[in-house]
Nanobody, 121 residues
Framework: QVQLVESGGGLVQPGGSLRLSCAAS????????MGWYRQAPGKQRELVAT???????NYADSVKGRFTISRDNAENAVSLQMNSLKPEDTAVYYC???????????????WGQGTLVTVSS
């Protein structure tokens, strides 16, 4: 069984910064894409940023220039550095990983439990 554990959410003032982290545990061979998604109250879940194992990044237009995604393959972890936060960034943030469990068990998409980020004065 593969699990993702997130940390780093909280309350921050507009213009502030937060860093989210997510680590995978369990039995698997490798991790392909890693990413962060968010869901604001009353809205659908949306992509924030993704990072392939080859280093290709993809950001939502709303966070470009403010957020940075990074990964630590040795730790099976992904982080999201969020700067210049705005009230509209308030949401539950979920990490997502595409896990490869070998030829027998194949690929598995796994989600974290979510961590709340609130941007408010």
């Amino acid at each position: 069984q593969v699990q993702l554990v997130e940390s780093g959410g909280g309350l921050v003032q507009p213009g502030g910064s937060l860093r989210l982290s997510c680590a995978a545990s369990g039995s698997f061979f490798s991790i392909n894409n890693m990413g962060w998604y968010r869901q604001a109250p009353g809205k659908q879940r949306e992509l924030v940023a993704t990072l392939s194992n080859g280093g290709t990044t993809n950001y939502a237009d709303s966070v470009k220039g403010r957020f940075t995604i990074s990964r630590d393959n040795a730790e099976n972890a992904v982080s999201l550095q969020m700067n210049s936060l705005k009230p509209e960034d308030t949401a539950v943030y979920y990490c997502n990983m595409d896990i490869f469990r070998g030829l027998r068990f194949g690929d598995l998409e796994v989600w974290g439990q979510g961590t709340l980020v609130t941007v408010s004065s």
